[in-house]
């Protein structure tokens, strides 16, 4: 059997990081490995790196966890959800600029990934939300960072309102900060950001982001605790296991 | 029973009407006591609705604080203010998502209740806002929940600006979740969302509003009664009773 493609690449373009979730048959749907490999991959970064760019293989940027394994093992959802916060602490408190490259959809744990990085690019076609109250799961993980990427108001809208926004709504709310016409596009202009952040001086584009983390109240794990504990006491909720059971059931392909 | 204000509850979808069309839903004593009569009827025995749509019978959403009842009288003046604080705090505590259906004029303590709701629709050229500085009151009571709703910089400039802004203005300022062109389109579009929001888990919600609750300052309440006070202590001033008496007379 063929060794199985790594979930996360890393690929240098000079002195920018370019890390790319790699399920692309799949969605690029989370699974703890690829999570723990994206950590892993985050924390590897050389001295040398001096901006990183998130994007996907494939259509999509992700579609969040892969519900099949939510489905089929009860020790999935909790340990996705540890994984989720783990990558958006690790992300929030790199010491260089992150540039989220969302050419396709960012669903959920996808759309989650966008609140951890600095700048957020997208495409107007693209599809963005957390929907995950649709299956019993509550967004709560993600709150304590997304909150400080949007305003509360908008943070509560999205995490109530299980639909998903288009790429414009995202730029309009500050969920993304460009937003292209065409997903061809995306990848390009966020790395040449990311080129344009790297030349800046690093010392103090770190000690900016410190400050930033701080100001947020994002220093301490205190708000991202918060939100995973809330989100870990509804797994395995019966109306979790309910509507995640619904989604095969149903004979639903959106996953 | 008053029926200042009514509750139909609809499986998971419960309605509140502010009903009090004939002074424009202007908030009274008496009319805030309706509205936590019916809220505590909805929490105590209609469990099984998790979706609350608000909204104002006849032209207006709610005009505000009746204007008659905190002249002349400090006391009337400062339970009304702590009533409308109350009001407020209950709604955003609630365990349901609250959408507020902004079918006309959202008017000082008004659009306070626009600004709790968890998510608001309205039409573009609706009237909305907090003129309270231009009557020399003070917005105390809603500034809270406004700097947590569009943030501390937008709030301020509201705040400070007085006046009135369109439904489209709302929607940029991010008071409101969505704002539809007329308002013939406001009732399909919160019947879409109210559907939307009821096919969500219910515990899920539930826990994901308390989790916002707790993170944006919705918990403390030492600011909101502050914010009453200091609201009281502005509308019985001299100056105030005294612009509010000459714009009651015009």
């Given at each position: 059997m063929p060794d199985a493609p790594p979930p996360i690449t890393t690929h240098f373009d000079g002195p920018v990081a370019i890390l790319g979730l790699n399920r692309p048959d799949k969605r690029n749907a989370q699974t703890p490995e690829l999570l723990a490999d994206l950590v892993a991959a985050a924390v590897a970064?050389?001295?040398?790196?001096?901006a990183v760019v998130l994007t996907g293989h494939g259509a999509v940027f992700c579609a969040g966890f892969d519900m099949r394994l939510v489905h089929d093992d009860p020790d999935a959802l909790p340990r996705l959800l540890r994984g989720l916060s783990t990558a958006v602490r690790t992300f929030k408190r790199l010491p260089v600029p992150v540039v989220a490259a969302a050419h396709g959809a960012a669903v959920a744990g996808g759309c989650a990934l966008l609140a951890a990085a600095d700048v957020v690019v997208t495409n107007r076609h693209a599809r963005l939300g957390y929907p995950v109250v649709r299956l019993g799961?509550?967004?709560?993980?993600n709150a304590g960072a997304l909150r400080r990427t949007i305003t509360d108001g908008a943070t509560r809208e999205r995490a109530l309102d299980p639909d998903l926004i288009s790429g414009v709504e995202a730029a309009r709310i500050g969920l993304a900060h460009h937003c292209l016409?065409?997903?061809?596009?995306v990848l390009p202009t966020a790395i040449g950001l990311a080129h344009h952040l790297a030349s800046k001086p690093p010392h103090a584009v770190a000690a900016t982001k410190r400050l930033m983390l701080r100001l947020d109240g994002l220093d301490s794990d205190g708000p991202f605790d918060l939100g995973l504990a809330a989100s870990l006491a509804l797994a395995g909720s019966p109306e979790q296991r309910d509507r995640v059971a619904a989604l095969w059931s149903a004979g639903d392909s959106r996953r | 029973m008053s029926n200042l204000a009514t509750l139909r509850v609809d499986g998971p979808i419960a309605r509140l009407v502010i009903n009090r069309p004939d002074a424009r839903n202007a908030l009274s004593i008496e009319l805030l006591g309706a509205l936590h009569d019916r809220l505590d009827e909805l929490t105590h025995t209609?469990?099984?609705?998790?979706v609350l749509v608000i909204s104002g019978a006849g032209k207006a959403f709610c005009a505000g604080m009746d204007l008659k009842q905190i002249v002349g009288d400090a006391a009337l003046a400062g339970r009304l203010l702590s009533g409308l604080g109350d009001l407020t705090t209950k709604i955003r505590r609630l365990p349901l998502t609250v959408l507020g259906a902004v079918n006309g004029p959202a008017i000082g303590g008004g659009c306070g209740i626009v600004t709790v709701c968890d998510l608001a629709i309205t039409f573009a050229d609706n009237k909305m806002g907090f003129p309270e500085v231009d009557l020399g009151i003070c917005p105390a009571v809603v500034a809270p929940w406004l700097v947590r709703k569009v943030g501390p910089g937008r709030a301020r400039q509201i705040l400070l600006t007085g006046g009135l802004m369109s439904g489209a203005e709302a929607l940029a300022h991010g008071i409101v979740t969505q704002c539809v062109p007329t308002l013939a389109d406001l009732e399909p579009a919160v019947e879409a969302m109210a559907t939307r929001l009821a096919a969500g888990g219910p515990a899920a919600m539930r826990a994901t509003k308390s989790l916002l609750n707790e993170l944006d300052g919705s918990m403390d309440d030492a600011i909101l009664r502050e914010a009453a006070a200091i609201s009281a202590s502005i509308v019985g001033s001299p100056e105030t009773q005294a612009t509010l008496k000459a714009r009651l007379k015009a």
């Open positions: 970064l050389p001295e040398s790196c001096r799961i509550s967004p709560a993980v016409d065409q997903p061809h596009a | 209609h469990a099984g609705a998790h």
